[in-house]
């Protein structure tokens, strides 16, 4: 969906005068305001552009989980950790008040994956065996005392 609308919005102006110029065609008056409609105005657009900026972190976290040349399940958790950072502080923001709802429906569900990624030991044994984050990721952003918890947990493990 992001690649779509990012495409879209690099083309407005196309989109707008497309439609501009088979109204124009058209001989019903209805089909002719009908597809006037569909113009959206600069609003609308700038409306895009906001979406697409809160869209872009979800794209980069789906890419972060799926890849064709290396591991990346040790980057789930990191992933859902920085949306979710990224899109609460944009709740509090002027820009984005009309994304509230969405933005907080969205980080429900990023919680309820969290948890879920929670309860399997996989997503923290892999970053744990990824040479390039090992515990770096626990300490940085979990705090001393649940990086602990991840070694020990490691240990009963292995």
Known sequence: MFVMLQNAYELWKYLNHFLLEISSEESSIEKQHKLLELCLTDDKWQCTTELLSLLKH???AQQA????NQPCLSNGLPALEK?????SSRLSKEKYSQFKSTLTASLD???DYYDKISLADAYTMTMILDPNIKTHHFKKHWGQNLELDVRKEAEEIF
Not at 65 to 68: K, V, Y
């Open 58 to 60: 979800a794209d980069k």
């Open 65 to 68: 989980f799926s890849s064709e």
């Open 83 to 87: 949306l979710h950072k990224t899109w």
């Open 109 to 111: 569900k990023i919680k």
